[in-house]
């Protein structure tokens, strides 16, 4: 997974070079990225002030924290 200025998450095949699936949904540049064990999950956090958790199969939301008052940046 990469942090994106562009406010988005990319789930990003090395091998082939390509965005496999782009997680959008925060309103300012992503600063922090995680990728579960078994890649079936990545967790964002933005200078939006929220956290999100993803569903990396169907690119979908997934849960959405955002008791933050400022940057999630870990």
Same mark, same amino acid.
Request: hydrophobic share 40%.
């Given at each position: *997974?990469?942090? #994106?200025?562009? $406010? /988005?998450?990319?789930?990003?095949? *090395?091998?082939? $070079?390509?965005?496999?699936?782009?997680?959008?949904?925060?309103? =300012? #540049? *992503?600063? &922090? *990225?995680?990728? #579960?064990?078994?890649?079936? /999950?990545? =967790? /964002?956090? #933005?200078?939006?002030?929220? =956290?999100r958790?993803?569903?990396?199969?169907?690119?979908?939301? &997934?849960?959405?924290?955002?008791?933050?008052?400022?940057?999630?940046?870990?």
């Open positions: *997974v990469v942090a #994106s200025g562009d $406010r /988005s998450v990319r789930f990003y095949d *090395v091998e082939g $070079r390509r965005d496999v699936k782009r997680f959008v949904g925060h309103t =300012a #540049s *992503v600063w &922090a *990225v995680a990728l #579960s064990g078994d890649a079936k /999950s990545a =967790a /964002s956090g #933005s200078l939006d002030g929220t =956290a958790v993803w569903d990396t199969q169907t690119g979908l939301e &997934a849960g959405k924290y955002a008791d933050h008052t400022g940057l999630v940046s870990a």
